[in-house]
């Protein structure tokens, strides 16, 4: 009688990201190349619920490494403890952790990949002190704000079309004399402005980390006046706010990972900067652009390391561990401590200290 092989499992939860694919890619071969059996689960933790996965084979992931998105599909919805089901035309919400875990043991799957940010990490962190389920997590966010590792897959991509995007609006700016703003992601971290504002140029660099004046800014703008540069280049953080101000909320979602959308402080910035000063000032937000897409080499790499990384964990037997790069190497880091904290730009980052070096304001 054969032995039974050793099963796994993978999903990718919250929001999309690029190198997502190049992860699953890396970790169901790793898996198929030692001989064991891999599921991927649909649609994040809705998928462990609803106990829609299936088996992937070479050609699930042939070809994907290069793609945006994940062949798997995501949602930042659905957390198995607060698991929403209409009953009556009303939304009520149940503990389905009982179930998800009744799930992969029917299957057989030993040990879980989680594939996420905070949000989807708290989750597995979560399940794994609950029901005992075995997780594994790879980090994944374009706002780079994970602790325990120094860089998240999908930030260099993010940053890469950010940079781009600024440099596009240089020729804007400069041929119409304006101040042009542009509102980049990253949640409570400034981490996409402060690199994408270094790279490309930008004379003004607002981060969540460091409440601006808008006497400095305005200050900033004036001084470049005066040296004969009549246009400004601004990076705006979504989370950047004034000095003994409030973040600017977009608006609420019920029911999701984040809750709390922020969005609109750089609209908000232009028409005060146009206000006091008469310059002519416009605003880009860049969106979601910033999400999609083929990720770059480096995060093709990176997500290739992880993936592998998270898979050999697997097979050795670990788990509450997530893969983490720390002075270029893949190491395993405690999940639970991985997932309680955000990390932020500090205050003496060496791009910080770089930037003010070179003349760069960030408003305070």
């Known amino acids: 009688m054969a032995e039974k092989k050793r099963t796994f499992a993978v999903l990718t939860g919250g929001g999309d990201c690029p190198g997502l694919n190049a992860v699953i890619s890396a970790v169901v071969k790793t898996?198929?190349?030692?001989g064991c059996e891999v599921y991927g689960i649909q649609n994040g933790f809705h998928g462990l619920v609803m106990d829609t996965m299936k088996k992937l084979e070479y050609a699930d992931v042939s070809g994907i490494l290069y793609r945006g998105g994940t062949v798997l599909g995501t949602t930042n919805r659905d957390n198995p403890f607060k698991f929403a089901e209409e009953v009556n035309g009303e939304l009520v919400y149940s503990d389905k952790s009982e179930v998800?875990?009744?799930?992969?043991e029917k299957h057989g799957i030993e040990t879980l990949v989680v594939i996420g940010?905070?949000?989807s990490l708290n989750i597995g962190a979560e399940l794994s002190r609950k029901t005992g389920v075995k997780v594994v997590g790879c980090p994944k966010t374009i706002d780079n704000d994970l602790s325990c590792t120094e860089r998240t897959f999908g930030f260099d991509t993010a940053v890469a079309m950010a940079t781009e995007a600024v440099d596009r609006l240089h020729s804007t700016a400069e041929s119409h004399h304006r101040v042009m703003a542009l509102e980049v992601m990253g949640r409570y971290a400034g981490w996409i402005a402060l690199h994408s504002g270094i790279a490309?140029?930008?004379d003004i660099i607002l981060l969540p980390e460091i409440p601006y004046k808008m006497e400095s800014i305005?200050?900033?703008?004036?001084?470049?006046r005066e040296q004969g540069k009549e246009f400004s280049i601004i990076v705006v953080a979504e989370g950047a706010k004034p000095e003994g101000g409030e973040m600017t909320v977009a608006r609420m979602v019920k029911?999701?990972?984040e809750p709390i959308r922020l969005g609109g402080v750089g609209e908000k910035l232009v028409r005060e900067i146009e206000e006091l000063t008469g310059i002519e000032s416009r605003c880009t937000v860049l969106g979601y652009l910033q999400r999609g897409g083929s990720p770059t080499a480096f995060d093709r790499i990176l997500c290739t390391r992880y993936g592998v990384a998270a898979a050999e964990a697997c097979l050795r037997g670990e788990h509450n561990v997530m893969a983490s790069l720390s002075n270029d190497n893949i190491v395993m880091v405690d999940l639970q401590r991985a997932a309680a904290a955000s990390r932020q730009v500090p205050l003496d980052n060496d791009l910080i200290k770089a930037g003010r070096q070179i003349g760069v304001c960030f408003g305070d």
């Open 31 to 34: 898996f198929l190349n030692n």
């Open 255 to 257: 029911g999701s990972f």
């Open 100 to 104: 998800v875990k009744a799930n992969l």
């Open 117 to 119: 940010g905070d949000g």
């Open 218 to 224: 305005l200050a900033e703008i004036k001084q470049r």
């Open 200 to 202: 490309g140029g930008a």
